[in-house]
């Protein structure tokens, strides 16, 4: 079994930079990729950026291109996520999801942390 735990959450402003992280915990971690979504209410999971673990190739949404950086140390088991001149649109919930077993999508999630970027 893997755990997924976020962190990094916080209220800041306009403009302002804040880094998530993601600590993956359990069996032996070796996902075939990763990513982070963002969910506020009333509307479904956004997904924002996801990393190949063999490859580090990255791919982004474009609301998000451009400011949002994800990464990822795999010694520590960790995906980091980047995320500069944010915006009030950027207030969520932020999401870490693992894919560990190929053409399955995403079967591992953490709880979330809050990001709330005001104005």
């Known amino acids: 079994q893997v755990q997924l735990v976020e962190s990094g959450g916080g209220l800041v402003q306009a403009g302002d930079s804040l880094r998530l992280s993601c600590a993956a915990s359990?069996?032996?971690?070796?996902?075939?990729?990763m990513a982070w979504f963002r969910q506020v209410p009333g509307k479904e999971r956004e997904f924002l950026a996801v990393?190949?673990?063999?490859?580090?190739?990255?791919t982004y949404a474009d609301s998000v291109k451009g400011r949002f950086t994800i990464s990822k140390d795999s010694a520590k088991n960790m995906v980091y996520l980047q995320m500069n001149n944010l915006k009030p649109a950027d207030t969520g919930v932020y999401f870490c999801a693992a894919s560990t077993v190929r053409g399955k999508g995403y079967d591992y999630w953490g709880q979330g942390t809050q990001v709330t970027v005001s104005s």
């Open positions: 359990g069996r032996t971690f070796s996902p075939y990729y």
């Open positions: 990393i190949i673990w063999s490859t580090r190739s990255t």
